[in-house]
């Protein structure tokens, strides 16, 4: 994660007060993470404070600042989610895992997010790992699910 | 217009070339909602089996055609005759369809969801009409015509079913014609608040100036809606045909598309559609030789929910946080970078070339006289035929939950129209037409067009918490009463569905929310204690049980039940062995197991994991007063009370 790195994301960009948003994106998913350095970093491109700019990646939920795991599980708890169980799966995942939403394992393997809809509603419970999505899951199946990703 | 009309040509001969091909060509709904059932795995079965057998045929990617439930849908037509469409297909399944229709002309009846007569192919014999099938039968396909039906990938596809024909028609009659179609056709922001288009466009038409611009709010953050997603990733060219039709009426050259950076699928199929618009002349510099410029961009959101309020948007796309401010001035007048700009919903401006095509007057054909049109809903929940649907205005619940969804399997006990800012309504509002004025009149909202339909499972205090803890979550924090009203709320519900409520809670909570209702700045928390009123209002008996019985009939509230087993019931199977996490279930294969209370944190997975209904709940609290409901529930297991 070298300063070289950094330039070469934020060569995309003219710097103009439109393109936070987007340039945070992209840093996140370089690096999978918004780092102190990064927040640095964006801060002296775009000539804003960092305590603006961590203002304005802090108010939406899709940048995080701790680093991810290898694989990203979504849980899904959108409504329809929820009403066929959503936090049941949610629950088993963090017991099974032994971390709560929003941390890493120790090992690095897995971190959990609660996101509120993917929009695959009509095949609720649903849960995301990396790129795929699981229907229907069911909480006895979670174990087998994971092992396919250890 | 000659360009076009040779764009036009050359697509529609590579369209009919598709029926007329010498191949079979095989259809594959590769949406969200296709690849989440496994799709991917289908379209990989489908390769090799063709390679096996040495079989030519063409894949075809389509998107959704609306009922997800039958996902992964595949479509195979033999040269010359009609789509026949098998549904929940797997890679067995392929194999088996492939080898019988491929090789021997067989279509596997018993497989078969039906055939799609409405194109050049000549039908197949005993194959029902797909569009037969009783969630498809009273649907109306305006906006979501192409759904399903073309790849969306590829804009000859497009072209060749009249797409692009609203725009040129547009360019043709001009502006002052377009604005006066729309208002013809008296079509209402589909967003939720049911503003007429029309009058937004001319209010934002006025302003002096030449910058303006047009967004197409695709932030569905509605939990429980995928309307729009369906819609870009079945066909984007619709979406961006009438964003393009909306700039040249509105008089703006620069559109934006936002959308929710959670459909990585559907960011891309609009990537990819725009490039095509602009290799083939659609977009940029003097449109199809006329005078019109315009460029589309797509800013992706970053997850908040309060940025579908439109003064929260234009903030998030100026790269502020997504705060919304006081309005008046309206964005009409005062938008993005301070010009005069117009957002609308994906699905408006997917109706838009429909309408410019054939009129105001064809569109009112459909719905009620204050409602026209059609509407598209996300059907979901305890529902068994859960997708996407479009229907006219003005049909009831009843007709959209029943007719079209098939009903629920247990009781039905409520319906959520509007997502986290709409309303909770019983079975005696199922009646209740849908339209913007008669769902308002109930306390709800027609909303987005998030439908989430409930059995006797939910608990409705546990609903109306999971909305407030969702709104309470994404108040962005401005104002008061929102921010520190809902936070109250929460806690509130929190008290009554834990059992440690009073009443003087539940008069509370009515007062609050009518405070929050009218001291909150904008939409999110105008509307957030909506589910709270409602389910007060129309379900106070389980309010009253939960606080007076500690008694949650729905079995969801947790510390209010103790779980065990029916030995009688239990098989030994060890499912519900397996699905505790927590080691609370002990036992032997055929042997009936047991659940240890002290080790029991009530999460329900053994419950939903059972196949015999051998766990049973029972309340700890009730007392066995028959006082609430007159029937005694409540001093029986729960589990057995449930009708299978």
């Known amino acids: ?150 | 217009m000659s360009k076009y009309l040779q764009l036009r040509e050359r697509a529609q001969a590579k369209w009919n070339g598709l029926k007329s091909s010498s191949v079979p060509v095989i259809y594959l709904g590769t949406a969200s909602c296709g690849r989440a059932a496994g799709a991917l795995d289908v379209m990989e079965a489908i390769k090799q089996t063709l390679e096996k057998h040495h079989l030519e045929a063409r894949i075809i990617t389509v998107g959704c055609i609306g009922p997800c439930h039958l996902e992964p849908i595949m479509d195979i037509a033999l040269p010359g005759r009609a789509r026949v469409s098998y549904g929940n297909v797997t890679p067995q399944k392929v194999r088996t369809i492939l080898e019988s229709y491929l090789i021997k002309g067989d279509p596997v009846r018993k497989l078969v969801l039906g055939q799609l007569k409405n194109g050049r192919g000549e039908p197949v014999e005993d194959i029902p009409d797909f569009f037969s099938y009783p969630m498809l039968q009273s649907q109306i396909r305006v906006v979501l015509r192409n759904c399903g039906v073309i790849d969306p990938e590829d804009i000859d596809h497009y072209l060749a079913n009249d797409g692009y024909l609203g725009l040129m028609t547009a360019f043709e009659n001009g502006p002052e014609w377009v604005l006066g179609e729309i208002r013809e056709a008296g079509i209402r922001g589909r967003g939720g608040a049911g503003f007429p288009t029309a009058k937004k466009w001319e209010i934002c038409r006025n302003q002096p100036g030449k910058d303006k611009y047009i967004i197409c709010n695709a932030d569905e953050g509605d939990p429980g809606a995928f309307m729009n997603r369906s819609l870009i990733e079945g066909d984007p060219h619709a979406v961006l045909e009438g964003l393009t039709i909306a700039g040249f009426t509105l008089g703006a050259n620069h559109g934006y598309i936002y959308i929710r950076a959670e459909y990585p699928l559907a960011v891309e199929c609009l990537r990819n559609a725009i490039d095509q618009m602009h290799r083939y002349g659609f977009l940029g510099r003097n449109i199809m030789g006329s005078d019109f410029n315009f460029e589309i961009k797509i800013k992706e959101g970053a997850g908040a929910f309060v940025c579908g309020e439109e003064t929260a948007l234009i903030a998030s796309i100026e790269g502020r946080r997504g705060m919304p401010r006081a309005r008046p001035p309206y964005p009409a007048t005062h938008g993005l970078f301070g010009k005069p700009t117009v957002i609308n919903n994906t699905e408006t401006l997917g109706t838009l070339p429909n309408i410019v095509c054939n009129g105001g007057e064809w569109y009112r054909q459909f719905g009620t006289s204050g409602n026209p049109g059609t509407k598209t809903f996300s059907l979901v929940g305890k529902v068994k035929r859960t997708g996407l649907i479009e229907v006219p205005l003005g049909m009831t619940l009843r007709q959209i939950i029943f007719d079209v969804g098939g009903g629920t399997t247990k009781p039905f006990k409520a319906v959520q129209t509007g997502g986290p800012s709409g309303g909770c309504l019983s079975s005696e509002f199922l009646d209740s037409s849908v339209d913007y004025e008669s769902l308002r009149s109930i306390g709800s909202i027609m909303g987005s067009g998030g439908l989430i339909v409930m059995d006797e499972d939910a608990c409705v205090v546990d609903v109306a918490r999971y909305f407030l803890k969702f709104t309470q979550k994404e108040s962005c924090g401005k104002c008061v009463p929102c921010r520190v009203g809902t936070s109250h709320l929460t806690t509130m519900l929190d008290r009554i569905s834990s059992g440690n409520a009073t009443l003087e809670d539940l008069n509370d909570l009515e007062e609050l929310s009518q405070t929050v209702i009218k001291g909150s700045l904008c939409g999110l928390g105008q509307t957030a204690p909506n589910p709270v009123l409602t389910t007060i209002r129309y379900f106070r008996n389980e309010y009253l049980e939960h606080i007076e019985q500690k008694y949650c009939r729905a079995g969801i509230c947790r510390g209010m039940y103790e779980y065990h087993i029916d030995e009688k019931l239990c098989t030994g199977c060890m499912i519900c062995l397996k699905a505790c996490s927590s080691d609370a279930i002990s036992g032997s294969r055929r042997q009936p197991h047991t659940i240890d209370l002290a080790k029991c944190i009530q999460c329900r997975a053994c419950y939903l994991a059972c196949k015999f209904d051998a766990i049973k709940v029972t309340p700890l609290h009730y007392l066995g007063e028959a006082s609430l409901d007159g029937n005694g529930r409540g001093s029986q297991v729960l589990g057995e009370e449930v009708p299978a």
């Open chain 1, 1 to 150: 994660m070298s300063k070289a790195g950094y330039a070469d994301v934020l060569s995309f960009f003219k710097g103009e007060a439109g393109d936070v948003i987007p340039i945070l994106q992209k840093v996140q998913s370089e690096y999978g993470y918004i780092s102190p350095e990064s927040i640095r970093q964006i801060s002296r491109f775009l000539k804003i404070s960092e305590n603006e700019l961590y203002g304005i990646a802090s108010f939406y939920a899709q940048f995080r600042f701790t680093k991810p795991g290898k694989h990203s599980i979504k849980v899904c708890l959108g409504t329809a989610c929820h009403v066929q169980g959503g936090q049941v799966i949610c629950e088993s995942l963090e017991r099974d895992l032994g971390i709560l939403a929003g941390q890493t394992t120790p090992d690095g393997q897995f971190d959990i997010q609660r996101v509120a809809c993917l929009g695959c509603c009509s095949l609720a419970p649903v849960i995301q790992i990396d790129k795929d999505i699981h229907s229907k899951v069911a909480s006895i199946e979670l174990e087998e699910t994971l092992k396919k990703y250890e």
